[in-house]
């Protein structure tokens, strides 16, 4: 519950932004009638009381209806909360610079809302965080003033209370990551942006779950369950579950030490391990929903001409598995090019590419996928480089494409099913 200190000096701040930009909105009376202040009405949970409302600043504040006049509480009750789709929890709308996170828990009454994080190595992440140098996370945002959320007025990291960071990987399931999200040096993946965006919109308890390994290609380690073999240029293409990756078409096949779908399987299981011990990774929970998937990959299969031929129905069959796997029917999709790839580009590049926008709901060729799968084109947001370089380790890069796939999350989710 939120002290009167800090509900006097949220509503002082309204009233300050609202005298200097004329602001209009909603006015809300405190329960006594000697305070009033504006804000749009974020979310209301009837059961618990909890209401969240967004200032003229962007600040999101957040207490309990006895805080405001009946008058008030009889409004919420009739109208109530804008409710997102895809899962069971309201989704805000975003102001056009993220505030600082309030520090305030989640409403641990609502289900952990999971997004699950795959790829290869750029979603694992190589965006470099400590330095002065160019392409340093802390000199892009102590000194270039870029993503002001992750600084607070002290110049230390902030941290949200309502978003937990995990990380795993490896056959023998290793844990690299488990805290809430913040920056603790090292290197990062898109999970910062798409945090902090989707713990700014989503009232409920929000868990990334990043589970992937660098070097992975759709077309052989990851492929979905279910997909058959297929010929290609005189050979014959591994199935799910098939060894080796190929073999000249008549020839009897020597299995290997690695089967077509094996880090998929590896990806998935670590990921349900997790959410079987949810109390361990997000402390205090007790249930959850896979909401969304998040895939940033490409770069080995564009390296192989019969893996790049299949790459838009292998991510069809990649969205059907996955949402199979996690009993999520209604969890959405967001997908991000390889940065270096420009829309016109030719070859596997281009296959790539056309693949990951064909299978975008509105690209219109796959209508199930309306307000169910969006593509974020990450060229203009690279600062230069490659995937396989991993954009030369610049952080602002990650940070890009990262804020620009939480964005088309949230666009996603309040779309409605």
């Not at 207490?63 to 008030?72: G, H, N, P, R």
């Not at 230390?156 to 937990?164: C, G, I, L, S």
């Not at 990450?378 to 030369?392: D, R, W």
Request: aromatic residues 8%.
């Amino acid at each position: 519950m939120m002290t009167r200190s800090r509900t006097q000096l949220l509503l002082q701040l309204a009233a300050a932004f609202l005298l200097v930009l004329g602001v209009q909105a909603r006015t809300w009376t405190s329960a006594d009638g000697s305070r009033t202040f504006d804000g749009e009405l974020q979310s209301y949970d009837a059961a618990s009381g909890k209401v969240s409302v967004t200032l003229p600043n962007g600040k999101r504040m957040n207490f309990t209806q006895d805080k405001l006049s009946a008058d008030d509480i009889a409004w919420l009750k009739k109208n109530g909360g804008r409710s997102g789709g895809g899962s069971s929890t309201e989704i805000g709308e975003l102001p056009d610079e993220l505030p600082d996170p309030d520090g305030e828990e989640a409403d641990m009454s609502k289900p952990v809302q999971v997004y699950i994080l795959m790829g290869q190595s750029n979603m694992l992440g190589a965006g470099r965080v400590s330095g002065s140098n160019e392409g340093a996370l802390e000199n892009a945002c102590k000194n270039k003033k870029l993503y002001p959320y992750l600084i607070d007025d002290a110049g230390n990291w902030t941290a949200r209370k309502d978003v937990r960071n995990v990380r795993v990987n490896g056959r023998t399931m290793r844990v690299h990551q488990n805290d809430w999200l913040t920056l603790q040096g090292g290197n990062i993946g898109p999970e910062i942006g798409i945090g902090h965006y989707l713990g700014h919109a989503v009232t409920a308890p929000v868990l990334i779950l990043k589970s992937c390994t660098g070097n992975r290609s759709l077309g052989w380690d990851l492929l979905p369950p279910g997909s058959k073999q297929y010929e290609f240029e005189g050979r014959i293409y591994a199935g799910y579950g098939e060894s080796p990756e190929s073999w000249a078409k008549g020839t009897e096949p020597k299995p290997i030490g690695w089967h077509a779908g094996l880090q998929y399987d590896v990806d998935i299981r670590n990921a349900k391990t997790v959410l079987a011990d949810l109390g361990t990774y997000y402390p205090g929970a007790t249930k959850y929903e896979v909401a969304g998937f998040f895939w940033w990959q490409g770069d080995k299969d564009f390296r192989n001409k019969a893996h790049a031929s299949k790459y838009e129905e292998n991510l069809m069959a990649l969205l059907a598995s996955l949402r199979k796997d996690f009993d999520a029917p209604e969890a959405k999709m967001v997908i991000a090019t390889l940065g270096q790839t420009r829309k016109d580009a030719g070859g596997t590049h281009g296959q790539i590419i056309n693949a990951m926008f064909n299978v975008a709901g509105e690209s219109g060729k796959y209508p199930e996928n309306k307000n169910k799968v969006a593509t974020v084109y990450s060229h203009p947001l690279s600062k230069g480089g490659s995937s396989s370089g991993h954009y030369g380790g610049n952080a602002e890069t990650y940070m890009n494409v990262g804020e620009a796939m939480g964005k088309a999350m949230v666009g996603l989710l309040s779309t409605g099913k």
